[in-house]
DNA sequence: AACTGTATTGCAAATTATGCAACACTGCAA
DNA sequence: TTGCAGTGTTGCATAATTTGCAATACAGTT
């Protein structure tokens, strides 16, 4: 006996109209008329008599359709109450992300947080994605956004987020590595932009020693994949960065994609603690509402 | 949110032991995981801390479990009331059976509806069952447990019990007739004893025109499937019949089904009432019995 | 380090729910 | 009497969900 049938069998009370109230919750009229040939089965008594022309509640239907408002009502307000205790909880969360994630993942949940949780201050430090496991391994932060490495460690939880495509990218702009690129590709010859350490730069590192193209002419690493952005639109050089900075980075029209290079793993993005941490009332109220949110998908 | 996720739920909160919550409800530990999960993203809240050491109730998880055993029990007593109006239903009601679904088909049923009507006199006339459909037509009975013809009028209500087979008999015991089907089976000559009229009839001619074998030697015709079992046992021929007829019998010893002569249909049993008949609250009543039993198997 | 017991999870299989399309049916109009 | 309109039901194929096996992760104990 689902929530979900108690709320059509009530309206249905109501209407007494199978395919009005069938629209009014978005199924069909079959669907409706065993959602309540299911309750009737449950129950062992007939809720409704009818035929194709009349619908009436049954003796059995009034007392059920009273039984079920109580049930929605009780539900509602074991709801309002766990809420409320919910937006009691106070206190302080620290969060790591990258910029890139500070605009592209974390607005929606931390919207969804703070709405169940209007009276807890968030303090964000954004900086470079590599550091991100670091920064909440030393518990500089309480949690992070990050890219989950081959190797996580069995001290962090993690809890995925979202699958982030990871693309090689050159300038857009006349220079010369947009003619390097666009007459004989020589990878060796191309001056190469990558991240000093970090997930990007190991698929980098894969997906070049796979090409087996000879020493990668590697003419900066940078600190951060925006930054990393912003220098290859410069037309310093190509560069491999999860998609989403680029997507998210004011310079993205004065790059592009460079397709047809085999496959590079995405990366798995998603929010990382300690073990530990789990179970403090802020992390787990967190990681509630990103469910919450997530279920709503 | 289900009802049994409720019960386990209750049990688990106080076991606070997924295993043995598991157990005692008869599902495997994964699924019990699971349906936790489920009622927490119903619910938006945690409704157990816990790891593979240790289970306790989350705060929410306490309110949640006083929620449920509430939910329970004005489940419970909603179908005390029911069960118990029911149990002021009164009157008599008339039902036609031929013999052996009186033995075979009719008692659970009976039980079934008397544990909740106690109070309703039942009255039981047995006869042929190529009768069943004549008698509620009549309106001599309320209803009746009958084959479906293969054109059932639309004036009735048919609500299906049981697919019978139908089997040829012959007689085990030494005589003119046994000899006859153990040497030459000439169809045309060996003694047919035949119902009257009625839905095995029916089969066995259709079944003797598709075998093509000239004209039947119908020895006898008889009312009632029972008596054609007793004549078939004494040795006057052989006859067609419900199998279920023949279990039944106290004669069921001195005949053998005769296999390997074709697809007979089975005969679709049920209890038919007249559609003006069916919101009656006796026969309401009866068939709410029914599906209650059957729901049940 | 190995073992034990417990809860979780990937995944294939089993089960259930859904909606289309057809059906059954009744009241009404022609 | 016939045809139509509107309504609720049902067979069945498909989609969605649930289940349990087996593997996994993990913490406490030896």
Chains 1, 2 share one sequence.
């Not at 509640?57 to 109580?70: C, H, I, T, V, W």
């Amino acid at each position: 006996m689902e929530l979900k049938s108690l709320r059509m069998f009530v309206d249905l009370a109501k209407s007494l109209h199978f395919g009005k109230t069938a629209e009014l919750h978005h199924v069909s009229p079959s669907t409706l008329s065993r959602v309540v040939q299911r309750l009737e089965l449950e129950l062992g008594h007939a809720l409704l008599h009818r035929d194709n022309r009349t619908v009436v509640l049954s003796e059995a239907g009034k007392q059920f359709y009273q039984f079920a408002e109580q049930q929605l009502e009780q539900w509602q307000l074991l709801q309002l109450s766990l809420n409320q205790k919910q937006a009691e909880l106070q206190g302080k969360l620290h969060i790591y992300c990258s910029v890139t994630a500070a605009y592209s993942h974390l607005p929606p949940l931390l919207e969804r947080f703070r709405q169940q949780h209007p009276l807890v201050e968030i303090m964000l430090t954004t900086g470079d994605a590599a550091d991100a496991l670091e920064q909440v391994e030393k518990q500089a932060v309480d949690f992070a956004i990050a890219a989950k490495p081959e190797q996580l460690s069995r001290i962090f939880t993690f809890h995925h987020l979202a699958t982030i495509p990871v693309s090689i990218i050159a300038p857009t702009m006349v220079c010369q590595v947009q003619q390097q690129i666009q007459q004989d590709f020589i990878w060796s010859e191309i001056p190469i932009i990558l991240p000093e350490y970090g997930p990007a730069r190991k698929r980098f590192e894969y997906w070049f020693r796979k090409k087996q193209q000879g020493k990668a002419n590697i003419y900066a690493t940078v600190s951060g994949h925006e930054a990393l952005v912003s220098m290859v639109a410069l037309g310093c050089g190509v560069g491999i960065v999860p998609r989403v900075v680029v997507e998210n980075s004011p310079v993205k029209d004065r790059v592009q994609y460079l397709e047809n290079f085999g496959e590079i793993e995405p990366i798995d993005l998603g929010v990382c603690c300690l073990n530990q941490s789990k179970d403090k009332p802020l992390i787990q109220a967190f990681f509630e509402a990103i469910k919450s949110y997530q279920s709503d998908q």
